[in-house]
């Protein structure tokens, strides 16, 4: 990875932490929520520094909806992605939105342990965690 985008240790810049914040902003203004009027971007960083973005889509049958991650997800492996290196959620709301146990678990199959996922509104970067932290002693590919 160029080390202008990722510093010696793994953290994201500051700028490219910037622009994949701004992706989830800008998939999240063209979410479909009709229902619940909760709109949700995301952002994915694959591991040629590609961003590729997704939002919630609902639908009235609830379950059938789709998670803005998993769009997200989508986008990666139609360009050819393999491997996720951070993602970005945002949504609004006066607490951290995180991705639901469903979306961790895809990710999961993208990513290891260590992914850092930034969580923010439309104003600022409230948290960044790591998959770990949000889905501990997780099942991946290399359990099987």
Do not use: W
Not at 24 to 47: I, M, T
Not at 67 to 77: D, P, T
């Amino acid at each position: 990875m160029s080390s202008d985008v990722i510093e010696h240790d793994g953290v994201l810049t500051d700028a490219l932490r910037a622009k994949l914040i701004e992706a989830a902003r800008e998939a999240q203004k063209r979410a479909y929520a009709p229902y619940s009027l909760f709109a949700v971007g995301a952002a994915v960083l694959d591991e040629n520094l590609r961003i590729h973005s997704g939002c919630n889509v609902e639908n009235a049958a609830y379950p059938e909806g789709m998670c803005a991650e998993a769009g997200a997800l989508s986008a990666m492996v139609l360009a050819g992605g393999k491997r996720v290196v951070a993602v970005a959620i945002v949504g609004k709301g006066p607490i951290s939105i995180t991705p639901c146990g469903g979306c961790r678990q895809k990710l999961r199959e993208f990513a290891t342990a260590n992914l850092q996922i930034l969580v923010g509104d439309d104003e600022s970067l409230r948290e960044t965690f790591t998959l770990e932290q949000l889905l501990p002693r997780s099942f991946g590919p290399e359990h099987l």
